[in-house]
T-cell receptor, first 112, second 114 residues
Framework: KQEVTQIPAALSVPEGENLVLNCSFT??????LQWFRQDPGKGLTSLLL?????REQTSGRLNASLDKSSGRSTLYIAASQPGDSATYLC???????????FGKGITLSVRP | KAGVTQTPRYLIKTRGQQVTLSCSPI?????VSWYQQTPGQGLQFLFE???????NKGNFPGRFSGRQFSNSRSEMNVSTLELGDSALYLC?????????????FGQGTRLTVV
């Protein structure tokens, strides 16, 4: 059974800092991995999708990497801003027809 | 292109009642999935529909059911509501063309059972 872990559960950093959010999963046989952002009381916003054959994806100040063999993904946020404050969730899909399995998320607070 | 639309946004129901939630996927998306989000359990998968057929089902009791219509819109029904069903219910759609499974979520329906 796939399990996804995100540690720590919460993180507070000063504005301008570069930061890395970690995601680990127990079964390396995945189809893809997706990072999401969730603002309080809202739905999930897709940030980046990495296919199992890819090593990384970039979008603006965000860069996500994937190391299937070690069961890890990282989301790198460059030059963090207060507007980046939200909960960041990673989710893995075991196969093309499979559900998404989510981690519990990391709640990020960027202090001005 | 309009995003995933969920209605209603908020619902308050009494224990024992039933409720129907609606999800309109992004135009052209064929797969619709439902998730329940609670502070304690996080996001848990309920079910997925593809071309009007349930393709996957999570580990929820039979009180939770769903369906998908020919226009890909989906509904989720919960019967005999319990206090523990209070949660944010999220719907996600995926294109599924060319193997594209990227999930796009709606704003959710906040269900409170009293």
């Amino acid at each position: 059974k796939q399990e996804v872990t995100q540690i720590p559960a919460a993180l507070s950093v000063p504005e301008g800092e570069n930061l890395v959010l970690n995601c680990s999963f127990t079964d390396s046989a995945i189809y893809n991995l997706q990072w999401f952002r969730q603002d309080p009381g809202k739905g999930l916003t897709s940030l980046l999708l990495i296919q199992s054959s890819q090593r990384e994806q970039t979008s603006g100040r965000l860069n996500a990497s994937l190391d299937k063999s070690s069961g890890r993904s990282t989301l790198y946020i460059a030059a963090s801003q207060p507007g980046d404050s939200a909960t960041y969730l990673c989710a893995v899909r075991a196969g093309a027809n499979s559900k998404l399995t989510f981690g519990k998320g990391i709640t990020l607070s960027v202090r001005p | 292109k309009a995003g995933v639309t969920q209605t209603p946004r908020y619902l308050i129901k009494t224990r024992g009642q039933q409720v129907t939630l609606s999800c309109s996927p992004i135009s052209g998306h064929r797969s619709v999935s439902w998730y329940q989000q609670t502070p304690g359990q996080g996001l848990q998968f309920l079910f997925e529909y593809f071309s009007e057929t349930q393709r996957n089902k999570g580990n929820f009791p039979g009180r939770f059911s769903g369906r998908q219509f020919s226009n890909s819109r989906s509904e989720m029904n919960v019967s005999t509501l319990e206090l523990g069903d209070s949660a944010l219910y999220l719907c996600a759609s995926s294109p599924w063309t060319g193997g594209n499974t990227e999930a796009f979520f709606g704003q959710g329906t906040r269900l409170t059972v009293v």
